[in-house]
């Protein structure tokens, strides 16, 4: 069974993400793999903004009617402008490989990580990111190099 179902995948294209659903499937990935990986999507944005980043952060609960609803982080851009190219290739449905570290607001191969695209009817429509909180040891006179993860060898992808 897939992780994003084919209802699923419709609900983010057109963004109408069922917090609840998606709550789940976070807080599944989270314990059903080594290492607690935490999931985040990133999307297209309606304007001023350009995405929307959402993760397990981003869902919270409404006490009134007990029901979840979705508070993304917005983003306009990205401080980084490797960053921000990298998103553009992914979202283009390149697979751009790193040679330096990026500690960004959404990918971060300085630490156990990998990262793909959702497609939707033949276009990506979400980046997900799936990462451990780890941070890779500084060069030291053992580790004589920094540690960062040169990025999938192949694009994951539904």
Same mark, same amino acid.
């Given at each position: ?5 084919p209802?699923?995948? &419709?609900?983010? &294209?057109?963004?109408?993400?069922? =917090?609840a659903d998606? /709550?789940?499937?976070?807080q599944s990935?989270?314990?059903s %793999?080594p290492?607690q ?11 001023? $903004? @350009? $995405?929307?980043? !959402?993760?397990?952060?981003? !869902?919270?609960?409404?006490? @009134? *009617?007990? =029901?979840?609803?979705? #508070?993304?982080?917005?983003f306009v851009g %990205?401080? *980084? *402008?490797?960053?921000a ?5 992914? %979202? #283009?449905g390149?697979n751009? @490989? +790193?040679? #330096?570290?990026?500690n960004?607001?959404? !990918?971060?191969?300085?630490?156990? *990580? #990998?990262?793909g695209?959702?497609? $939707?009817?033949? /276009?990506?429509?979400a980046?997900? $990111?799936l990462?451990?909180?780890y ?5 030291s006179? +053992?580790?004589?190099a /920094?540690c960062?993860h040169?990025?999938?060898v ?5």
């Open positions: 069974m897939p992780l994003f179902t209802p699923l995948l &419709a609900a983010i &294209a057109t963004n109408q993400i069922p =917090a998606l /709550r789940q499937l976070l990935v989270t314990i %793999f290492n990986p935490a999931l985040a999507l990133l999307i297209p944005a309606d304007p001023p $903004y @350009k $995405y929307s980043r !959402i993760d397990q952060q981003a !869902i919270q609960l409404n006490r @009134k *009617s007990n =029901a979840f609803f979705l #508070s993304p982080q917005r %990205f401080p *980084s *402008s490797l960053e190219k990298v998103v553009d290739q992914l %979202f #283009s390149q751009p @490989k +790193f040679t #330096s570290g990026l960004g607001v959404f !990918i971060n191969n300085t630490q156990p *990580s #990998s990262w695209v959702l497609r $939707y009817n033949n /276009r990506v429509i980046l997900v $990111y990462g451990v909180d941070q890779c040891p500084g060069p006179e +053992f580790v004589k /920094r960062v040169p990025g999938p192949s694009l994951h992808a539904n």
